[in-house]
């Protein structure tokens, strides 16, 4: 069985500060895919990443998958209370596990004016 | 319209009651996925529909049964559920089924609560 790890499961920050969230497992995914649920909301793609080592910027988020493809991390500069949410990672792979997604359980971001 | 559509967005039922969730997309995919979210647990996937067809039955106890009588409407059919089965139930749907970079589009859940 695949896991994904994620941490930390809350962060709570000012209006400004910078910040990361880490996706780790011990499982190769072909891809990792990262996404945002605001309240009373479905979740929201934000990125895909596919090749080991990509890093990929979306305004002030950035996204990394590490060289082995078995973990990610999101760093947002500047949060501001617009990034509030819960943010996770799901891993896509291959063989019998093709075309489903692996969820990490999340984190809670919170940004305070 | 939005892409994803669920109903209700909030049920309440006891544990003998019968009732559906329904999820309708306007995007013109051809797979359809329930998954359950329960506080501090990954999403858990429930079923798939591929081209109307299941595709993936992940384990789910029978009180749930899915219905895909086409490819823009998936229902959940709920009966004797248990309280542990609160949660909120998610319907997604994605162009097809089988692509691991494939984007995941979410309606806005249906928030159970079992008494």
């Known amino acids: 069985t695949q896991l994904l790890e994620q941490s930390p499961q809350f962060l709570s920050i000012q209006e400004g500060e910078n910040l990361t969230v880490y996706c780790n497992s011990s499982s190769v995914f072909s891809s990792l895919q990262w996404y945002r649920q605001e309240p009373g909301e479905g979740p929201v793609l934000l990125v895909t990443v596919v090749t080991g080592g990509e890093v990929k910027k979306l305004k002030r988020l950035t996204f990394q998958f590490g060289d082995a493809r078995k973990d990610s991390s999101l760093h947002i500069t500047a949060a501001q209370p617009g990034d509030t949410g819960l943010y996770l990672c799901a891993g896509g792979a291959g063989g019998t596990s093709y075309g489903k997604l692996t969820f990490g359980q999340g984190t809670i971001l919170t940004v305070h004016p | ?115």
Not at chain 2, 28 to 51: D, I, T
Not at chain 2, 55 to 68: A, D, G, I, T
Not at chain 2, 97 to 103: D, N, Q
């Open chain 2, 1 to 115: 319209e939005t892409g994803v559509t669920q109903t209700p967005r909030h049920l309440v039922m006891g544990m003998t009651n019968k009732k559906s969730l329904k999820c309708e997309q306007h995007l013109g995919h051809n797979a359809m996925y329930w998954y359950k979210q329960s506080a501090k647990k990954p999403l858990e996937l429930m079923f798939v529909y591929s081209l109307e067809e299941r595709v993936e039955n992940n384990s789910v106890p029978s009180r749930f049964s899915p219905e895909c009588p086409n490819s823009s409407h998936l229902f959940l059919h709920l009966h004797t559920l248990q309280p542990e089965d609160s949660a909120l139930y998610l319907c997604a749907s994605s162009q097809d089924f089988g692509s691991y970079t494939g984007e995941l589009f979410f309606g806005e859940g249906s928030r159970l609560t079992v008494l």
